[in-house]
């Protein structure tokens, strides 16, 4: 099969398409390809020899992510939390670019803390009463507790300060919540 003949079909096995490919398909991609794109971008990006290749795959798993995500709660906050870890894994595998701010450690402390809807000390007096609370109140506090599952690698990277306080408050409050 010529790969420019099918280079709109999405029915052949994306992980063998190359970078360019799979970056020219994702950037008028239907939203139900999106995820497909990702998760194969995202996978090349693991395993991936050379860092520049890593950080191409990863910024093409970014872009698809951004684009995919719904408008709802969920939607957001999944497409936040992927968004985050895979973030802080191309930091700890590649250490911290200041010039990219994908890979800046200190952006991505400021993305999460824009992310959080509540306070720490607020997620925390919600989550010791966890079991008075609505759906919609547990909801809010599980999509808090996947925004910060990268937070106890992402501290070690930053510098000391008012938003490192703030997301070490959130390492202790996760543990407590539901």
Do not use: C
């Amino acid at each position: 099969m010529n790969a420019d003949a099918d280079h709109g079909d999405p029915s052949g096995d994306l992980s063998t398409w190359t970078i360019e490919r799979l970056q020219a398909f994702a950037s008028d991609a239907p939203s139900q390809q999106l995820e497909a794109v990702r998760v194969v971008a995202q996978g090349h990006a693991y395993r991936a020899d050379e860092p520049r290749e890593r950080q191409q795959w990863a910024k093409l798993s970014l872009r698809a992510n951004q684009r995919l995500h719904g408008d709802g709660l969920w939607d957001r906050a999944r497409a936040a939390q992927q968004n985050f870890m895979l973030r802080m894994w191309m930091i700890d595998q590649l250490g911290p670019d200041d010039e990219d701010d994908d890979w800046n450690p200190e952006t991505l402390a400021a993305d999460t803390v824009t992310a959080l809807a509540l306070p720490p000390a607020e997620a925390r007096a919600l989550a010791d009463r966890w079991r008075d609370l609505t759906a919609e109140q547990m909801g809010e506090l599980r999509r808090h507790k996947n925004l910060t599952a990268h937070l106890d690698r992402l501290v070690n990277h930053l510098q000391p300060g008012p938003i490192r306080d703030q997301l070490l408050a959130w390492i202790e409050t996760r543990q407590h919540l539901p």
